[in-house]
């Protein structure tokens, strides 16, 4: 046994003399994006894949990236993608990885997006599509289930919780009811739970070092924004999808899961540019297909303006995500050490958590019309959440009863 982690330690040190090149990345990471269904479940094949396969990071390494991926906003596989490429190879084996890992699912959701907007408004598609959008319901609850377990269990946060969903169905502002659920609940920490930093043994960090990483994170900040004021100038509607997908990476503590009502309130309730019918289709392909629940985005961008749309919308919610992991890196170490930082966090979760209840909700009001949607709802929820079914079976069984009644 000890021999054996000898030998481990000595592949694994070797491999960070001889780092791979970035065509060996994009190999590795084109083939998980290929088959990454199960969005976070993928994180357990990428941890095979890059440390007892390849070896090209220790088991400490790949925690602490995971940890910092959990921190930060954005889809935690597609960042750790970015995290494994960066300590690899710099930012451009990050860009390499993360590009690679979402590459299958563009170009799989570009398709079935393709043929949706071709085909969807044939009968047996519609009648199919009542059965799907049950599923998608149900899929909405187990999220709202798993997300409210890390909400419910400390009273600070079911306050926070309780006021945000007062705020939202009063429609204030969702970033603004985000902010202020971030700086209530750190508040709370600090009147009941301490709030004082603790100690840290970190060394402070370099002020080159410093220096370099604030002047790296103002350049990619005024770069996106620069983006999306070009874009406004050429084409409104394309600069402000662009812009609507770089918020919702800014902003999307906890993944794709967290992203649905944000994007439901921005493309559907304010600008009208999807129906509800048409975002809840989008949402169930998003789930069959593989890679992040953020390839939503997709979805939305190549309906809204084309493949033009399609790209931006994607390049728009993945790379400010990217861009703050290779940021904030260098940092993790003293981060994870403050007490300031995760109560601020766990009140933003709080928050979404309660416009994913609101929702779910209304969603469900536009989908859920009739007894027979409510029993494909009920079947597909105890399968999924009671059963553990497949999605992909739960789909299709979905589907197929749908057309049988109606």
Known sequence: MILGATFVSFVVNFSRMNPPNLQDIARVFLHLGASAFGGLAMLEPIRRRVVDGQAWLSQRDFLDGLALCQMVPGATVVQMAAYVGYRLRGAAGGLTAAAAFILPAFFLMGG????????????????????LNAVVI????????????????????????????????????????????????????????????????????PRARV??????????????????????????????????????????????????????????????????????????????????????AVFVGYFVKGLPGAILSTLGVFLPPVLIIFWV???????????????ALQGILAALVAMLALVTLELSRSALTHWKDLALLAGGAAALMVFRVNLLWVAAAAAGMSLLIY
Request: aromatic share 12%; glycine share 14%; net charge positive.
């Open 112 to 131: 079935l997006s393709l043929l949706y907007f071709h085909y969807g408004e044939l009968a047996w598609v519609k009648s199919a599509s009542r059965g």
């Open 211 to 296: 220096k370099t990483a604030v002047i790296q994170g103002l350049a990619a900040a005024g770069g996106l924004m620069a983006l999306a004021w070009g874009l406004g100038r050429l084409d409104p509607i394309l600069g402000e999808l662009t812009g609507i997908f770089i918020k919702i990476g800014v902003i999307s503590f906890g993944g794709g899961y967290v992203m649905i009502p944000i994007l439901q309130w921005e493309v559907v309730d304010r600008l009208g540019w999807l129906t509800l019918r048409q975002f809840l289709d989008g949402i169930l392909l998003s789930y069959v297909t593989p890679g992040p629940l953020l390839i939503l």
């Open 138 to 205: 149900a899929l909405l609850l187990q999220s709202l289930w798993g997300l409210g377990q890390a909400v419910g269990r400390r009273l600070p946060d079911l306050l926070v919780a309780a006021a945000a969903l007062a705020a939202l169905a009063g429609r204030v502002n969702y970033f603004g009811v985000f902010l202020l659920a971030g700086l209530a609940r750190l508040g709370l920490e600090v009147l009941f739970g301490g709030g004082e930093s603790s100690p840290s043994e970190a060394a402070p960090e």
């Open 329 to 343: 890196f260098p940092f993790y170490q003293r981060i994870k050490e403050s007490r300031w930082v995760r109560p």
